[in-house]
């Protein structure tokens, strides 16, 4: 049973392309994340939602663009990726935004534009 | 800004103890996230500190002190299977909606 599920895995393109990766959580939590962990592997904060509301907007370009469907799912569209844009991408999702409440990771989209 | 220090790495022998040390330095504070990452691997939650002492699960324990803004994870018998990156993450009190800033992270290097 797999609680934070990504796909794809890996993700091969070439510059200006236009690609999306997908996130769900059978968890039932109320608020998901997107993070990017770079080659140094800063695990840094994009985008929050918590029931579908966009709750945390950090500076990402604007290529970027994160889309709840449903509290189950986020997923993150990027547009004319670049070369800065190689990284893995994490999505994590937590039953709410206080307190103790741990986020609990899926396992990644490696990213790699050529 | 938010500031989280971790030593890069850290080598030690099996069946030793490791203290991976974090300072920080946020505006406010609201709990303090120990996470565990192996290579290719997404990270999992290991402690949670938001009031000053040792909290203790297993072989772990993680310690706070807000005054000192420092925390340190202190893994016991280390396990080969212990190898892997260890991430401080901070809740500023500043920060809403959960955000949380992570450290770059502890590479611990377990031996034979």
């Known amino acids: 049973d797999t609680a934070v599920s990504q796909t794809p895995k890996y993700l091969v393109t070439q510059m200006g392309n236009d690609k999306s990766i997908k996130c769900e959580q059978n968890?039932?939590?109320?608020?998901m994340y997107w993070y990017k962990q770079d080659s140094k592997k800063f695990l840094k904060i994009m985008f929050s939602?918590?029931?579908?509301?966009?709750?945390i907007n950090e500076t990402v370009p604007n290529r970027f663009s994160p889309k709840s469907p449903d509290k189950a799912h986020l997923n993150l569209h990027i547009n004319s990726l670049e070369l800065g844009d190689s990284a893995v991408y994490f999505c994590?999702?937590?039953?709410?935004?206080?307190?103790?409440?741990?986020?609990?990771f899926g396992p990644g989209t490696r990213l790699t534009v050529t | 800004g938010q500031n989280i220090d971790q030593p890069t790495e850290m080598t030690a022998t099996e069946g030793a103890i490791v203290q991976i040390n974090c300072t920080y330095q946020?505006?406010?504070?609201?709990?303090l996230f120990w996470y565990q990452q192996h290579a290719g691997e997404a990270p999992t939650f290991l402690s949670y500190?938001?009031?000053?002492g040792l909290e203790e699960k297993g072989r772990f324990s993680s310690f706070l002190s807000r005054s000192k803004g420092y925390s340190y994870l202190l893994l016991k018998e280390l396990q080969m299977k212990d190898s892997a990156s260890y991430l401080c993450?901070?809740?500023?009190?500043?920060?809403?909606?959960?955000?949380?800033?992570f450290g770059a992270g502890t590479q611990v290097v377990v031996t034979p």
């Open positions: 968890l039932g939590h109320d608020t």
């Open positions: 939602y918590n029931n579908k509301e966009l709750i």
């Open positions: 994590a999702s937590s039953q709410g935004t206080g307190g103790r409440d741990e986020q609990y």
């Open positions: 993450a901070v809740r500023a009190s500043t920060d809403s909606w959960g955000k949380l800033q």
């Open positions: 946020t505006s406010g504070f609201n709990g």
């Open positions: 500190n938001v009031l000053d």
